[in-house]
T-cell receptor, first 116, second 111 residues
């Protein structure tokens, strides 16, 4: 069965510090990978998605970047965090196939980031 | 884009059926309707999806109108643990790669 792991689960970082959130998926090959952010009391905002190694699509201009060094690894980074980067970050994956069951997306448990 | 419209919030009595509506009047013929829910401080969880026919699984039932312009998620016997934000999604790009979520419906199940 497929599993998704992201870490760390919680972190508190000072403004201006770097960030690295990591996500890995097991039990599937060539998945589509996603990073979402959810500010407190708000909806899910798609940040990045990737359809393959080294292929990153950015949805919104921001202080963050994403990388996919391996097929089932997705990393969210920042060189200098801002207060507005605080939120709940979710990694997700779906099958590369389109339509029907192939569009079911599976989420990790999330990472709470507080920038102070 | 196939945009969805859901009520912002709704209350439901424990043990009763919860009927969650979703409007998607611009849905195209090859777009599926998906429902997810997010319990507080957790990642969203897949519930059910459908194209034209009504669907049922162990969690819920999905009723899609004949013209496909709206759908209803039914939780047959709501429990306190069903309190969550429920998202209806029909938006995908041509390759099915990008999935965006709307605001969802905040459902509160009351004892």
């Amino acid at each position: 069965s497929q599993t998704i792991h992201q870490w760390p689960a919680t972190l508190v970082q000072p403004v201006g510090s770097p960030l690295s959130l990591e996500c890995t998926v097991e039990g599937t090959s060539n998945p589509n990978l996603y990073w979402y952010r959810q500010a407190a009391g708000r909806g899910l905002q798609l940040l990045f998605y990737s359809v393959g190694i080294g292929q990153i699509s950015s949805e919104v201009p921001q202080n963050l970047s994403a990388s996919r060094p391996q097929d089932r690894q997705f990393i969210l980074s920042s060189k200098k965090l801002l207060l507005s980067d605080s939120g709940f970050y979710l990694c997700a994956w779906k099958s590369w196939e389109s339509g029907g069951t192939g569009n079911t997306i599976y989420f990790g448990e999330g990472s709470w980031l507080t920038v102070v | 884009d196939a945009k969805t419209t859901q009520p912002t919030s709704m209350d439901c009595a424990e043990g009763r059926a919860a009927n969650l509506p979703c409007n998607h009047s611009t849905i195209s013929g090859n777009e599926y309707v998906y429902w997810y829910r997010q319990i507080h401080s957790q990642g969203p969880q897949y519930i059910i999806h459908g194209l034209k026919n009504n669907e049922t699984n162990e969690m819920a039932s999905l009723i899609i109108t004949e013209d496909r312009k709206s759908s209803t998620l039914i939780l047959p016997h709501a429990t306190l643990r069903d309190t969550a934000v429920y998202y209806c999604i029909v938006r995908v790009d041509s390759a099915g790669n990008k999935l965006t979520f709307g605001g969802g419906t905040r459902v509160l199940v009351k004892p």
